[in-house]
């Protein structure tokens, strides 16, 4: 369970390297849209995980 926390981690932080190398506010915006939906699904995921 922590491998999927960290690895979950490890990409919310490539995305937000990516959006900082990119340095455009439209594009940020629309990486931390992408990022809270991406959250609902791992909350969803995780949901599931500890009904399994």
């Not at 190398?21 to 931390?32: H, R």
């Amino acid at each position: 369970m922590t491998i999927i926390f960290l690895s979950i981690l490890f990409s919310i932080f490539c995305i937000l390297y990516v959006a900082l190398m990119f340095m455009d506010l439209q594009l940020l915006v629309i990486k931390l849209e992408s990022l809270l939906l991406r959250r609902g699904l791992f909350f969803l995921l995780r949901q599931m995980v500890g009904g399994k």
